[in-house]
């Protein structure tokens, strides 16, 4: 049995508590830390999981998975660094911190593994980048990656690709939900009841998202193949290249990527 304390059950700890009981992990094997204890007590009941003072947790673990605001790292680190035995993995699902930092803080020799996760977790379809620290060993990585896919995907990525996938998969679901808002808000300027407008526009997505993930297909080639020429389709992307949207959209992306690097560089000596 491997124990799992989430340390910071937010939005991201709560989605992976929630992730790993729906995957068949027993309430058991994990527990939490929180700050305020009404949180606390709500998560209990909703999950059957146990909340622990930031010690217990790293004396009870395997693995500790730290879920807090990359500006609250460091009194958290200082908190479980001096209980630590040396036989806890810590799995950092941070955006923008480097394994380094950990390393850094814990004591010499702590195996650490940055994951770049993202909120589908919540409905078992995540997208996890891992990535392993100067001491994590391949069966450290193995197991985490059995963890992240018992939620969703994950995939290996050298640590140097961290800040981009925190731009295109961790911030990756708001865009999406972004594009989604704006085609709802076109469809009740159109003079569609918003519910019907949302159902249209959620089902497209869905459906989309599953084509996206039928073998071979690529991206380009379904937005062809929806677009009749001299059709309707033809019509609304010309105005999409009008407007930059394309060029917005690797702005977006890369805005992301430097501000995961920033996050990083906050917390260099
Ligand atoms: N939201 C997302 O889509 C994603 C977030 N992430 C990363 O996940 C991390 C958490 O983000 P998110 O869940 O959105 O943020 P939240 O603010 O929702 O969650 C962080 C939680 O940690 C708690 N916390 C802070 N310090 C401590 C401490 N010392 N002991 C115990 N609990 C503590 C906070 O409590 P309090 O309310 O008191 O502050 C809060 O409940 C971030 O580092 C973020 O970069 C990664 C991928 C996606
Ligand atoms: O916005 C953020 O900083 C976090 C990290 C990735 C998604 N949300």
Known sequence: MTRIAVLGAGKIGESLLSGLISAGWSPGELQFTERYPARAAELTDRYGVAAVEVAQA?????????????????????EVAPNMTGRELVVSLCAGLPTSLFERSLPAGTAVVRVMPNTPMLVGEAMSAISGGAHAQDADLKLVEEMMSSVGSAVLVPEGQQDAATALSGSGPAYFYYLVESMIEAGVLAGVPRD???????????GAAAMLRTDGAHPGRLREAVTSPGGTTAAGLRELDRHGVRSAVVDAVEAARQRSAELGRAHED
């Open 58 to 78: 790293v004396r009870d673990a395997d693995v500790l998975a730290v879920a807090v605001k990359p500006q609250d790292i460091d009194p958290l680190l200082a």
């Open 196 to 206: 019907t407008a949302a159902e249209l526009v959620v089902q497209s997505a869905a």
